[in-house]
C-alpha cells in the first residue's frame, strides 16, 4: 500500500508542471488526497486538496488560482497542475491520502493515513 508521487522537474519562472499521485494496493475511491511541499529550512506546508467524492477542492492562499487539483478514480490518480510557477514554489511535493476527510480538513493539518514519497520541484532562470 503506498502513494507515488511523480512529475517534478525543473521549470523556468512562469512555466508550467503537472504532478500525479499514483496509488497502489489500494483504491482512493474512499480518500481525499492532499498535496503538500516542504522547502529546504521551511517546515511543510499545505499546497491543495480535492475530497473523496471529488466535489470539493481546497487551496492555499500561495497558489489559488494557479494551481488546480483533479482526480480520476478509475485510473487512481490524483494530478496537481501547476501553472503561473514561481521560484518561491521550488519544493519536494508529496501527496497523502486521509480517510472520507474534507478538503479543508487536510488543509487543517488533519492527520494522514498514507503519505508518499515526493518529487522534487525546482522553478529557476
Known amino acids: 500500500v503506498q502513494l507515488q508521487a511523480s512529475g517534478g522537474g525543473l521549470v523556468q519562472p512562469g512555466g508550467s508542471l503537472r504532478l500525479s499521485c499514483a496509488a497502489s494496493?489500494?483504491?482512493?475511491?474512499?480518500?481525499?488526497i492532499g498535496w503538500f511541499r516542504q522547502a529546504p529550512g521551511k517546515e511543510r506546508e499545505f499546497v491543495a486538496a480535492i475530497s473523496w467524492s471529488g466535489g470539493s477542492t481546497y487551496y492555499a492562499d500561495a497558489v489559488k488560482g494557479r494551481f488546480t487539483i483533479s482526480r480520476d478514480n478509475a485510473k487512481t490518480t490524483v494530478y496537481l497542475q501547476m501553472n503561473s510557477l514561481k521560484p518561491e514554489d521550488t519544493a519536494v511535493y508529496y501527496c497523502a491520502a486521509r480517510f472520507r476527510a474534507t478538503a479543508q480538513a487536510m488543509g487543517a493539518g488533519t492527520p494522514v493515513d498514507y503519505r508518499g514519497q515526493g518529487t522534487q520541484v525546482t522553478v529557476s532562470s
Open positions: 494496493g489500494f483504491t482512493l475511491d474512499d480518500y481525499t
